[in-house]
């Protein structure tokens, strides 16, 4: 299972857009790239998943270059709610998953007023 | 989806007792697993529990001080044993539910204190 590498922690005010970007040089063919949100005191949720180019969902983008290497998560126009911890993880999909999640630090996301 | 319950939801205990933490699905899931947030800290997987076999320790973590139970395909338990302060974290399960993207889903954990 690829290692990531985060930014601990990135400060936003609302109504910005924030991108958090993610490493993970050692991606392997069949990972795929997945972000989840924790807020305090929840359990992490999915916000995203994808493999290549650009995916978009109603609540956020990702990222992801021709490499794979990296990934970044974007999200429009953030607010006061959106502070949490944002975790990105790369894992195998489909037949081959074994499910297995390894969390990374994950980055901490202040949105100020 | 897959909406995950977790009971007790918090709880205080003294050393040397056991706890029990139960995980309900409410859907049929075949992968089924155990993580432990300790304060401040990312999630660390302590094992998975496919229903029909033996759960799978990940390193640093033994059966005996977290024996795990799965019934069935909707629920799972487990136990933190013999307990110690440092065993106060946070304990949550977590599925792989339906579909081609294999989301996996958390519940909303158990907040564990050792006294």
């Known amino acids: 299972l690829a290692k990531t590498t985060q930014p601990i922690s990135m400060d936003s005010y609302e109504g910005q857009e924030v991108n958090i970007t993610c490493s993970h040089n050692n991606i392997a063919t069949n990972d795929y790239i997945t972000w989840y949100q924790q807020f305090p005191s929840q359990g992490p949720r999915f916000i995203i998943q994808?493999?290549?180019t650009k995916v978009t969902n109603e609540v956020a983008s990702l990222f992801i270059p021709a490499d794979r290497k990296s990934s970044t998560l974007s999200l429009p126009r953030v607010s006061l709610s959106d502070t949490a911890v944002y975790y990105c993880l790369v894992g195998v999909h489909g037949s081959g998953n074994t499910g297995k999640l390894i969390f990374g630090q994950g980055t901490t996301l202040q949105v100020k007023p | 989806s897959a909406v995950i319950s977790q009971k007790p939801s918090r709880d205080i205990c003294q050393r040397g007792t056991s706890l029990t933490i139960q995980c309900q699905v409410d859907s049929q899931v075949t992968m089924m697993f155990w993580y432990r947030q300790q304060p401040g800290q990312s999630l660390t997987l302590i094992a998975t529990?496919?229903?029909?076999?033996?759960?799978?320790?990940e390193s640093g973590f033994v059966i005996d001080k977290f024996p795990i139970s799965r019934p069935n395909l909707t629920f799972s338990t487990l136990t933190v044993s013999n307990m110690s302060p440092e065993d106060s974290s946070i304990y949550l399960c977590?599925?792989?539910?339906?579909?081609?993207?294999?989301?996996?889903?958390f519940g909303p954990g158990t907040r564990l204190t050792v006294l």
């Open positions: 529990a496919n229903q029909g076999s033996e759960a799978t320790y």
């Open positions: 994808g493999y290549k």
């Open positions: 977590s599925v792989v539910a339906g579909g081609s993207t294999d989301t996996q889903y």
